[in-house]
């Protein structure tokens, strides 16, 4: 491709209406500071100590994250979130992205695939990362759930110009 062919691209990317279709997570950061580390009352093991926390969205949400980078124009999100407060910060994430989560739907039955993230805060480097949490829906996604999604699938369909399928866990 030429640089003139993907400028001309890139100069309509702000009028796209872009579908992210799959499996959204929430990605979530906790900055601990080792000095503050104290032994825990019931176990005596290390409490690490946390004096931040981050969000954002990850999976399918890192590509709407990237697409609104770009200065993709209008962003839907389609997928399942559990009813819990990862979704809701998952949710607000996406919002602050000016993503439409509409047919971002909500099950009670599930919780929002998270991946906790501790890190310490004194090195920056990979070193500093501590072991992660991951928190996935380990049973399959139930029929109801898969005829919303079509559903919500179908209702976006005529909004957008084209769909991104990310599928983080198949």
Do not use: W
Not at 132 to 159: F, G, H, I, W
């Amino acid at each position: 491709m030429s640089a003139d062919r993907l400028a001309e691209i890139m100069a309509g990317f702000g009028r796209a209406r872009i579908a992210v279709f799959g499996d959204f997570f929430l990605d979530k950061y906790l900055d601990v500071d080792p000095a503050l580390a104290e032994p825990s009352l019931e176990t005596g093991k290390t409490a690490h100590q946390v004096v931040g926390v981050r969000h954002s969205p990850g999976a399918a949400g890192t590509v709407v994250c990237n697409l609104a980078a770009l200065g993709a124009g209008t962003l839907y999100a389609v997928g399942f979130t559990g009813d819990d407060g990862e979704g809701y910060e998952l949710r607000k994430d996406l919002a602050g992205l000016c993503c439409n989560t509409e047919y971002l739907l909500a099950d009670p039955q599930r919780r929002t695939p998270t991946y906790l993230k501790p890190r310490d805060v004194t090195d920056p480097s990979l070193a500093g990362e501590h072991n992660r949490y991951a928190t996935k829906n380990r049973q399959p996604t139930s029929v109801e759930m898969q005829e919303r999604l079509a559903a919500a699938l179908d209702a976006v369909l005529p909004q957008v110009d084209a769909v991104i399928v990310a599928d983080q866990v198949a």
